[in-house]
């Protein structure tokens, strides 16, 4: 029971954090932006003052999870804010359990396919859209979100 408690209330301390965290910017969805073979869908953080060639961390969720509970359970917006660089958040697109793909041919081959083509395709139009440096891409995860890259 207690570690029951002890989660709820993390979630809630996590949820409290993040509801009033000042943000300079917005989550915003991004519908087109290059191959996405199974219709993986995307949110993105820009904060307003991005370094020149920003990083971009990508936050896969958990099983379960959204992208909207990503951006709400982390800190990594207002860490943007702060140190000027770009968080892109995924959605899967497995609404039976909302898990990753992270074990079939597709998702394990280059430009095979799967959920992992269409988060490299976000990724890719990040770096265009706002001058991004390719060699400065992060990604961080829990559960199925941390077995990706």
């Known amino acids: 029971m207690k570690s029951i408690l002890e989660s709820s209330l993390t979630a809630l301390l996590l949820a409290g954090a993040a509801s009033s965290q000042q943000l300079s910017s917005q989550l915003t969805q991004v519908t087109d932006f ?3 073979p199974r219709n993986v869908s995307f949110y993105i953080y820009v904060p ?10 990508v936050v896969p969720h958990w099983c ?3 992208a909207q509970d990503a951006f709400n359970g982390r800190p990594y917006a207002s860490l943007g804010d702060q140190y000027g660089f770009i968080s892109i958040y995924p959605n899967s697109p497995n609404t039976a359990d909302q898990c990753w793909d992270v074990s079939s041919n597709a998702s394990l081959t280059h430009n095979g396919g799967g959920d992992a083509q269409g988060i ?3 990724v890719k139009w990040a770096l265009q859209k706002y001058g ?8 961080t995860g ?3 979100g ?3 890259f």
């Open 120 to 122: 490299v395709s976000m």
């Open 34 to 36: 290059g191959p996405n």
């Open 146 to 148: 941390a077995m990706y």
């Open 132 to 139: 991004g440096d390719k060699d400065r891409v992060f990604v």
């Open 64 to 66: 379960h999870g959204t």
């Open 48 to 57: 307003r003052n991005l370094q020149k060639k920003p990083p971009v961390l």
């Open 142 to 144: 829990t559960s199925s």
